[in-house]
């Protein structure tokens, strides 16, 4: 069972409370603290860091202040990447814990969870403040050139209020083109502000004989279908004008099986760029995943890391730079890119993205699509962060869910499983420890996306439930990224299902609460720091109630999270000043002899308070 309250629990993260400085140069002293509670008889705290893989002890200092005792001590930072725990001892040594990124436990742990300090750059601030919105092109907009474009013969033509073809085995789902377009994205820029959006990602730009341009023919050009390179570059004139950002979205993994680079290895087995693929001698190839449409690149040889990833000349390059000046790329299927077999090259190759970024764009971004576990693969210097599916949406998802919807993770036999908050507390945990706090913090919680079902269907079309978990995405560490039309209420049962056209002409069917909400909770996080940089220690869990701190030196803000109706309770808290209800109503905090009452809520509902 879980405790009424966790905050007299033991405490570190990597937020300015807590770390000295998140991006310390190599062999810099880094000051950390723990914090533990005045009523805990913790008598020493040792600082255990790894000193090229073997474990050294410092000692920290403890000083009293209120009910919270703060053990300070200085970490070395030796490695490019320093991990380290603590140890928490009582009772004269005869009880030992270990506080690791996952939290407390009392029994000896491999160093997977360990707290990390990184000495490589940080993801940009525009990156870690910022609002991403996610735009699936052929879907989002059409504008009036749009409607005189010759649909090309690979092509099954739909009108913008046609039923989209879901089905993964129907050929037809990813040849039919709703005509969506560059140009169509620019001129609906205004409803990026309203959401409270301020950085645009969107899905493949390249030629490709698909609606969602993962199969590329070619990475010199935009597909003219969108307008063409020229309609990008008005794209991103248009979003730089407003002072935003702009991402790209690259498949490194793969090719289509019509690129210019496969058709010329497979036309003479001669040709340089049959290397750039794993041909086998009979003619074969790998490919991602049995498609054998998306021919596998092979990394491991130079010429296509040249060609592809490193440097000016590279596509990574070469779209980095004027007219098109995109600010960063999100690589797809980032996981198993380098990757095959024996062969793993995929830390160069992330190393070889950020590094071309950097030269050519003074603060980058580089975020990695991993669908499951991260680890190793963030908190150095390739990717910055990753779409933390695992670390956010599955918690989320699991939480939220409503038991008849038919939503499931990627890959998953079975629909994801309802659990209380206790056990989505501890996945949080979990994730947290694995990824590291900077990398958590700089990767995107995201309830859905292009690739999955959509959150108002996963919790059965319920919209105050839909609202909480956009609170949840906003209010955690992370960067939150809104799927065009989830903010309206857009539903679907999978990736495919969910890329429905954004219904303009039909704005009398939009969900205009949940788009307020949405639009709040981005100004919200604008406007509070602690949203936005401070640390995360848990307060209140039962099976239908989270509830958490964000504690920043200029500010602490309580988040409390239900997905039922619920009673009220007690926190060990001063006042609260209530700054956001996803429902009606909400009051301020008042503090009585045990504490701040949080106020009973008549089902679910997020609530924001500034302590």
Not at 116 to 124: G, I, K, M
Not at 481 to 508: C, K, Q, S, T, Y
Not at 555 to 572: D, E
Request: charged share 25%; aromatic share 10%; net charge negative.
């Amino acid at each position: 069972m879980w405790p009424v309250s966790l905050l007299h629990d033991p405490h570190h993260d990597g937020s300015p409370l807590f770390v000295s400085d998140e991006a310390p140069a190599l062999g810099a002293r880094v000051t950390v603290r723990v914090r533990t509670s005045a009523t805990d008889p913790v008598e020493a705290v040792w600082l255990r860091t790894t000193y090229d893989a073997e474990p050294v002890f410092h000692p920290t200092t403890p000083t009293t202040i209120g009910d919270a005792v703060w053990w300070e001590g200085e970490l070395p930072v030796h490695n490019p990447v320093t991990h380290y725990r603590f140890l928490l001892v009582r009772d004269g040594g005869e009880e030992q814990e270990w506080l690791t990124g996952a939290g407390v436990v009392a029994h000896d742990v491999p160093d997977a969870d360990d707290f990390r300090l990184a000495a490589h750059p940080p993801a940009p601030d525009w990156g870690r403040d910022g609002v991403v919105y996610q735009v699936f092109p052929d879907r989002f907009a059409r504008s009036a050139a749009a409607e005189e474009r010759e649909v090309p013969d690979w092509a099954l033509p739909a009108d913008w209020d046609d039923e989209v073809v879901f089905e993964g085995s129907d050929p037809r789902t990813p040849m039919q083109l709703f005509g969506g377009d560059l140009d169509g994205i620019t001129e609906h820029l205004d409803h990026l502000a309203e959401v409270g959006a301020d950085i645009l990602y969107t899905t493949p730009v390249f030629p490709g004989e698909s609606n969602h341009r993962y199969n590329a023919t070619t990475f010199t050009e935009v597909d003219p279908l969108l307008g063409g390179s020229e309609a990008y570059a008005r794209l991103s004139a248009a979003v730089h004008e407003r002072g935003w950002r702009i991402l790209g979205d690259l498949t490194t993994n793969h090719t289509g099986d019509t690129h210019e680079w496969f058709l010329c290895a497979v036309d003479d087995p001669r040709d340089p760029h049959r290397s750039f693929y794993y041909f086998s001698d009979d003619g074969t190839y790998a490919d991602w995943m049995g498609h054998g449409t998306l021919p596998k690149i092979n990394h491991a040889n130079l010429d296509v890391r040249h060609a592809m990833v490193e440097g000016p000349d590279s596509v990574v390059g070469r779209w980095l730079q004027q007219p098109y000046a995109v600010d960063g790329w999100r690589i797809d299927v980032a996981n198993m890119t380098g990757r095959l077999g024996d062969i793993d090259v995929a830390h160069e190759v992330a190393r070889a993205v950020r590094a071309t970024a950097a030269a050519l764009h003074d603060d980058p971004w580089v975020i990695g699509e991993h669908n499951h576990d991260a680890t190793g693969d963030v908190d150095g210097d390739g990717w910055h962060g990753t779409m933390n599916y695992s670390g956010f949406s599955w918690p989320v998802w699991s939480w939220l869910r409503d038991p008849a919807s038919p939503a499931r993770p990627f890959g998953r036999p079975v629909p994801v499983p309802r659990r209380g908050g206790g056990a989505v507390v501890e996945t949080f945990r979990a994730w947290q420890g694995a990824l590291g706090w900077r990398a958590t913090a700089s990767s995107w919680n995201i309830l859905g996306s292009h690739d999955s079902a959509r959150i108002r269907t996963l919790v059965g079309g319920d919209a105050a439930v839909h609202r909480v978990a956009a609170g949840l995405q906003f209010t955690m560490p992370g960067v939150p990224m809104v799927f065009a039309g989830d903010e309206i209420g857009l539903e679907g049962v999978n990736g495919e299902d969910a890329r429905r056209p954004m219904p303009w002409h039909r704005r009398e069917e939009w969900d205009r609460q949940t788009l307020t909400t949405y639009a709040d909770l981005a100004r919200l996080r604008r406007e509070h720091p602690a949203l936005r940089r401070g640390g995360l220690r848990w307060a209140h869990v039962d099976d239908d109630t989270i509830a958490y701190l964000r504690e920043h030196p200029d500010q602490t803000v309580l988040v409390v999270a239900r997905r039922a109706a619920g009673s009220a309770f007690t926190l060990p808290t001063g006042a609260g000043r209530h700054l956001f209800g996803s429902e009606p109503g909400g009051a301020d905090l008042v503090t009585g002899p045990d504490g701040a009452e949080v106020p009973a809520a008549a089902g679910p509902r997020l609530d924001v308070w500034e302590i």
